[in-house]
């Protein structure tokens, strides 16, 4: 049909006054059909740039949406590839908004799987950044050991503040006693020669000078508990670390996938037009081939992308700590994340004062003093009250029931130990110049971790315009290459670099934004501002 309009825009030529001849020679004719054939390609290349080049605009923020979306939609295999590649994909609707939180039970299976059905993936389900670190926060591992480790040392303080109470016992008995068993005569006061009794005394106790042991140990189960508090925030941070970044790493194996798609229709497109102009004369087997070459290029690297994006979904589920079963999808756009309201002196103070490490070496700084309290205080003496009350009735007698009484204070004094308490002082002193070391490098790595943040995301916004930029310009140039190829002043050749230098500015695009996105999640974990 197209070919036939071609025709008729030639064919009138000789009758506006032309004069044409009656019969053209073979070479003639085989000149005009050449010359058909070009104007053919050339007609058939303006009304496809416009596609062409909105098919490239479509790796902007808007259309890597879309095209997410779409493949995530409409997931494909390697055995219906194919289809895909050979027709034009229509641009998907909005996608709606996710569940606010989907409902994934941590698994507590202790049996191993013995048939293929139960590791067989059985469902899919598309989850956001957000809702990813919420399922991390409530399965992880780590987290969970962490906040368990939080309950556990909050009973030693309990445990420690039950040396400062009054311990109050209860001690009672039932014996026989009695004389001349085997030797001897029996005693002439029971005609059994044995008494039974029941006794029972109360005693209570209560520690009035220990030297600071026990308030010591009291505040160095307390400066633990924060440690332990210091060291869930800290295991949280490094939670969401690892989900950002495997959560990342999904949508960067979901874009290559649709550059690779894009690429594999421009390989394809410029196979046809090879085709096209061999058929016509105009071009070679060799253009051919190379279009081949370079179309099987494409479609292995769609597959090694196909792969990857297994991979990361996988990994992703990993770290979730979720059912094995279930494969998870990226619902967020590839998009920028935001940006970072706060200079680079502000974000070093900033991070200081909300990092855990820094402050968890003063905290062990503390417990390490009170340690040296209480080894100090082995040597000091000890001073208890105690007192008792009881309670006494021969069974065999038949006498009343006697009580008795006693209040004392008690003094306990181990002022030679061989050096133990002076040892284990000397330790914790030790340690504390340890804490305080560690202190330093923890400081120091805080602030290199937040300056390294900070230059790599004001780097990344740099590469997003100037990765546009390359894109547009790269659009431009395999619109120009494939002009020149089809008017027979360009190669296959240039079509091709042109091919490879528009994939390749499309990656760069999708690589910057991931990369300001990750510096600015590295930059919120630094600080811990989790916005």
């Known amino acids: 049909m197209l070919n036939n309009r071609i025709v008729n825009l030639v064919a009138p030529l000789p009758k506006s006054g032309l004069k044409s001849e009656p019969q053209l020679s073979p070479s003639q004719r085989q000149a005009a059909a050449r010359l058909q054939t070009i104007c053919t390609l050339a007609l058939v290349s303006c009304c496809g740039l416009s596609i062409e080049t909105a098919r490239a605009k479509t790796l902007d923020f808007a259309g890597i949406d879309r095209s997410l979306q779409l493949h995530r939609n409409n997931q494909f295999t390697s055995d219906n590839r194919s289809p895909l590649i050979a027709q034009n994909t229509p641009t998907p609707s909005p996608p709606t908004a996710p569940p606010s939180s989907p409902d994934l039970k941590l698994p507590n299976d202790l049996n191993l799987p013995k048939t293929g059905n139960e590791v067989k993936i059985t469902g899919r389900q598309s989850i956001t950044l957000q809702q990813a670190i919420e399922i991390a926060f409530r399965n992880n591992r780590q987290v969970q050991v962490a906040r368990l480790t939080v309950d556990r040392d909050r009973q030693s303080i309990n445990l420690a503040q039950a040396g400062q109470a009054v311990r109050v016992g209860l001690q009672s008995d039932l014996t026989n006693a009695g004389s001349a068993l085997i030797f001897g005569n029996q005693s002439p006061l029971t ?302 050749t240039d079509v091709i670099n042109a091919q490879t230098a528009l994939a390749t500015a499309r990656g760069n695009r999708v690589t910057a934004i991931l990369n300001y996105n990750r510096a600015l999640a590295n930059l919120r974990t630094a600080t811990v501002v989790n916005e």
């Not at 209040?407 to 340890?434: M, P, R, S, Y």
């Not at 300056?451 to 990344?460: I, K, N």
Request: aromatic share 6%; glycine share 6%; no cysteine.
């Open 191 to 492: 005609s059994s020669g044995s008494t039974t009794s029941v006794n029972g005394a109360a005693t209570a106790r209560y520690t009035i000078l220990d030297a600071g042991r026990n308030q010591s140990s009291v505040r160095a189960a307390e400066e633990q508990v924060r440690f332990d508090q210091l060291d869930l925030v800290r295991v949280e941070q490094q939670v969401r670390s690892l989900v950002i970044t495997a959560y990342y790493d999904l949508q960067a194996a979901d874009s290559s996938i649709i550059i690779s798609q894009a690429s594999v229709r421009d390989a394809t497109r410029s196979l046809s037009d090879a085709q096209l102009q061999e058929r016509a004369g105009v071009g070679t087997r060799f253009d051919i081939l190379t279009a081949q070459v370079q179309l099987a290029t494409a479609n292995q690297n769609l597959t090694n992308a196909q792969s990857q994006q297994q991979t990361a979904r996988k990994n992703l589920a990993q770290i979730l700590v979720v059912d094995n079963n279930t494969e998870f999808t990226a619902a967020d756009a590839v998009r920028e994340l935001g940006t970072w309201k706060y200079s680079l002196e502000d974000s070093i103070i900033l991070a200081f004062k909300n990092r855990p490490e820094a402050e968890q070496q003063l905290t062990l700084r503390r417990v390490s003093q009170q340690q040296q309290n209480i080894s100090a205080a082995a040597n000091a003496a000890q001073v208890d009250l105690i007192g008792s009350y009881g309670l006494g009735k021969s069974l065999s007698t038949g006498t009343s029931v006697q009580d008795n009484y006693s209040v004392g204070v008690q003094l306990t004094w181990n002022f030679l130990d061989g050096g133990a308490a002076a040892a284990n002082t000397n330790i914790q002193k030790v340690n504390e110049t340890i804490y305080e070391n560690q202190f330093t490098t923890n400081r120091n790595q805080i602030r290199f971790q937040v300056e390294q943040a900070y230059f790599s995301l004001g780097s990344s916004q740099k590469n997003i315009a100037t990765s546009t930029q390359a894109l547009t310009q790269a659009e431009e140039s395999l619109k120009l290459a494939r002009l020149r190829f089809q008017a027979g002043v360009g190669t296959q």
